[in-house]
Structure formats: C-alpha cells, structure tokens
C-alpha cells in the first residue's frame, strides 16, 4: 500500500476505502464532494486536488 493511492471524487465511498486499505488519498474536486462537504466527515483525504491532471507528477 506505499507505494499505492486511491484517486476519487467521493468521501465516503473512494476516500474512505482508501483509507481502510493504508493507502495515501487524492480527492478530486471534479465530481461529487465540494471543498465545504469535506469538512463534515471526521477523516480526510491525504490532499485534494481540483483536476486529475494536478496529479501527473505523482504518477
């Protein structure tokens, strides 16, 4: 799982399993969660990103 990540739009299905599998977490904006929803879950993402493509260099 380091050398893994789990890149998803939702906090409670794509972070959260994330998360549950000791995998570091991207949230992309570009879906269904906004920045003001993330803050009602008592977990969080390893970063939030507005696009995919903020990812590139990682990969």
């Known amino acids: 799982s380091e050398s ?3 890149i998803g739009d939702r ?3 794509d972070v ?3 998360l549950e599998a000791g995998m570091q977490t991207f949230l992309v904006l570009t879906g269904l969660t906004t ?3 993330v803050e009602r879950y008592p977990y969080r993402p390893s970063k939030i990103v507005d ?6 260099d990682r990969i």
């Not at 696009?51 to 590139?56: K, N, Q």
Request: glycine share 6%.
């Open 4 to 6: 893994s990540a789990m």
């Open 51 to 56: 696009s995919i493509a903020d990812l590139v």
């Open 35 to 37: 920045p003001e929803e």
């Open 16 to 18: 959260l399993a994330g």
């Open 11 to 13: 906090m409670d299905t």
